[in-house]
């Protein structure tokens, strides 16, 4: 069976200092564009996608906390804040 591409002529736009292209609703109905698009550059040319709920890898966790610098000197103490362990409660 073959792949069959509808081709469609679109001009670039100026914004700002940049380029950019507009989509017909209709294109952005049937493959449910929203906002944000995920820009992928293949060897055949440029291909969009929407952007699925992606969970980041701890390496990527890690590196997006580093960038919001946050402060977790105080998580070792108040990790167990109200959940006090009773040892005799064991026995």
Known sequence: MKNHHR????KLISIGNSKGVRLPKY???KYGFSDVLLLEETEQGILLRQIEDVKLSWEETY???AIENEDWQDFENTILDGIEIDETAAL
């Not at 081709?7 to 679109?10: L, R």
Request: hydrophobic share 40%; charged share 20%.
């Open 63 to 65: 590196k997006e906390m």
């Open 7 to 10: 081709t469609h002529s679109v």
């Open 27 to 29: 294109i952005l109905q």
